[in-house]
């Protein structure tokens, strides 16, 4: 099942924390994923990265995200509002937490 939200940009955690599991890995696209335009991040580490979309938004397009997680479940958030960057980080659990700004 996937849901679609709109999102506040300055959000704690974009994707959603959920009791029954946890977050997976975390796609991002200039447009809708209809569109098939996934970015990769602009910079990795080993724990953390993140993405620069303030370039998106400028040509008057949105960003989506599709949060996965370990049970399967995917939820789509919609950018609605700008934001210029989205980070994630791996803690030492190998939990992964992604907010965007």
């Excluded at 796609?27 to 098939?36: K, Q, S, Y």
């Excluded at 989506?64 to 994630?88: F, M, W």
Aim: net charge neutral; proline share 5%; glycine share 4%.
């Amino acid at each position: 099942m996937t849901v679609s939200i709109l999102q506040p940009a300055f959000s704690a955690e974009t994707c959603p924390r959920r009791e029954a599991s946890s977050l997976l890995s975390v796609e991002v696209f200039d447009g809708t994923p209809e569109e098939l335009a996934i970015l990769k991040p602009e910079e990795t580490g080993r724990r953390s990265g993140y993405w620069a979309l303030a370039y998106i938004y400028d040509q008057n397009r949105p960003v989506t995200v599709l949060c996965k997680y370990a049970d399967g479940y995917i939820e789509r958030i919609d950018l609605a509002q700008r934001v210029s960057k989205c980070n994630y980080q791996i803690n030492k659990k190998n939990q992964v937490s992604f907010q965007c700004k």
